[in-house]
T-cell receptor, first 110, second 114 residues
Framework: QKEVEQDPGPLSVPEGAIVSLNCTYS??????FMWYRQYSRKGPELLMY????GNKEDGRFTAQVDKSSKYISLFIRDSQPSDSATYLC??????????FGTGTRLQVFP | DTGVSQDPRHKITKRGQNVTFRCDPI?????LYWYRQTLGQGPEFLTY????????KSRLLSDRFSAERPKGSFSTLEIQRTEQGDSAMYLC????????????FGEGSRLTVL
């Protein structure tokens, strides 16, 4: 079993839809949770960062962490075609290295 | 700030040949990471450096793989006697030692082993 599980998708939604992306994990020591976005043929870039449990909002993006369930989510409101990318969850317990999920490919069509 | 740069961007080689990738991190960053990413998968950790010291190596990094970071600046990742299973995107990232663990990635070096 992988430490971090993520539904690979692909997920195809119309412009303006609310998108929910999720990851589960098995290591209860994880404390730092991130979402990276990766466009085709590019390296991942940090989108959201959350420490421990709770919610964090940044514009159209909301990250949620539920440590009791070992479950994290990323919500995208009013999705745009420019949001089409692969979304990777990542986490760490001591910031030495990040463990990534497999990534969910999202396509937002006009 | 020129970001993390990697070279070459794409390398095609024959099985059994050696290849070397170079990564130039963001200059102020003291940590440098190598990840490997195959199609449809997330990045898999290979190794990381803090300054010139290699602090951790994944078990994915067989003895055919070696990484260096002389003088704590750029890094090289060498793969000896390449195999077709080595075909992947090799991503380099750099960061400060910080609680956020935010990594800044380069665009990657794609290896194709024929």
């Amino acid at each position: 079993q992988k430490e971090v599980e993520q539904d690979p998708g692909p997920l195809s939604v119309p412009e303006g839809a609310i998108v929910s992306l999720n990851c589960t994990y098995s290591n209860s020591a994880f404390q730092y949770f991130m979402w990276y976005r990766q466009y085709s043929r590019k390296g991942p870039e940090l989108l959201m960062y959350t420490y421990s449990s709770g919610n964090k909002e940044d514009g159209r993006f909301t990250a949620q962490v539920d440590k009791s369930s070992k479950y994290i989510s990323l919500f995208i409101r009013d999705s745009q075609p420019s949001d089409s990318a692969t979304y990777l969850c990542a986490m760490t317990h001591n910031t030495d290295k990040l463990i990534f999920g497999t990534g969910t490919r999202l396509q937002v069509f006009p | 700030d020129t970001g993390v740069s990697q070279d070459p961007r794409h390398k095609i080689t024959k099985r059994g040949q050696n290849v070397t990738f170079r990564c130039d991190p963001i200059s102020e960053h003291n940590r440098l990471y190598w990840y490997r990413q195959t199609l449809g998968q997330g990045p898999e950790f290979l190794t990381y450096f803090q300054n010139e010291a290699q602090l951790e190596k994944s078990r994915l990094l067989s003895d055919r793989f070696s990484a260096e970071r002389p003088k704590g600046s750029f890094s090289t990742l060498e793969i000896q006697r390449t195999e077709q299973g080595d075909s992947a995107m090799y991503l380099c990232a750099s960061s400060w030692t910080s609680p956020t663990g935010e990594l800044f990635f380069g665009e990657g070096s794609r290896l194709t082993v024929l």
